[in-house]
T-cell receptor, first 113, second 111 residues
Framework: NAGVTQTPKFRILKIGQSMTLQCAQDMNHNYMYWYRQDPGMGLKLIYYSVGAGITDKGEVPNGYNVSRSTTEDFPLRLELAAPSQTSVYFC????????????FGEGSRLTVL | RKEVEQDPGPFNVPEGATVAFNCTYSNSASQSFFWYRQDCRKEPKLLMSVYSSGNEDGRFTAQLNRASQYISLLIRDSKLSDSATYLCVVPRPGSARQLTFGSGTQLTVLP
């Protein structure tokens, strides 16, 4: 089982560029999440989804967009990249919400210069 | 009080030592709590879930004190492989679907 797969693992962007971080899971989980982690900080929830076609904002959604057209995929779109978006991005999925284990991808390290 | 707060450490302990971390939380309605482990430059992985007064798994014991709103993680007989950052995780107030991660407590077990 691949679990949660994120691509790319590393990316450098220039200010104002856009990009999409890809996330796919093969565990048939309904719940999927995008977090960012800044150095020495906890993970902050950007967006989450409770199923195909349903997404909702988390704690820090500004500057990001998501879509959930299938159960497996949950891409994160960065529009007009800013240095403040330099971070490590983790995608996660879970079978249950609030009580169940989150399964994380290996992370995507993004630098905006 | 912050949603979740942890002592960042670092905790440097010798092999075989017992070490304990505390985590305070603000959401008194929370029913479930979690400890995740994160190795350097890796993704977090679930270590333990805490649903009632406590939970034990081998050398690891998690305890919950609802009156004082804190959870603790006790590691006995520390191993070199226990070196990692330990993240306390609680549901966000008003939203059971969203989890709040603490900033983590860094542990280094020394030979």
């Amino acid at each position: 089982n691949a679990g949660v797969t994120q691509t790319p693992k590393f990316r450098i962007l220039k200010i104002g560029q856009s990009m999409t971080l890809q996330c796919a899971q093969d565990m048939n989980h309904n719940y999927m999440y995008w977090y960012r982690q800044d150095p020495g900080m906890g993970l902050k929830l950007i967006y989450y989804s409770v199923g195909a076609g349903i997404t909702d904002k988390g704690e820090v959604p500004n500057g990001y967009n998501v879509s959930r057209s299938t159960t497996e995929d949950f891409p994160l779109r960065l529009e007009l990249a800013a240095p403040s978006q330099t971070s490590v991005y983790f995608c996660a999925s879970s079978l249950l919400t609030g009580k169940g284990e989150l399964f994380f991808g290996e992370g995507s390290r993004l630098t905006v210069l | 009080r912050k949603e979740v707060e942890q002592d960042p450490g670092p905790f440097n302990v010798p092999e075989g030592a017992t070490v304990a971390f505390n985590c305070t939380y603000s959401n008194s309605a929370s029913q479930s709590f979690f400890w995740y482990r994160q190795d350097c430059r890796k993704e977090p992985k679930l270590l333990m879930s805490v649903y009632s007064s406590g939970n034990e798994d081998g050398r690891f014991t998690a305890q919950l004190n609802r009156a004082s709103q804190y959870i603790s993680l006790l590691i006995r007989d520390s191993k070199l492989s226990d070196s990692a950052t330990y993240l306390c995780v609680v549901p966000r107030p008003g939203s059971a679907r969203q989890l709040t991660f603490g900033s983590g407590t860094q542990l280094t077990v020394l030979p």
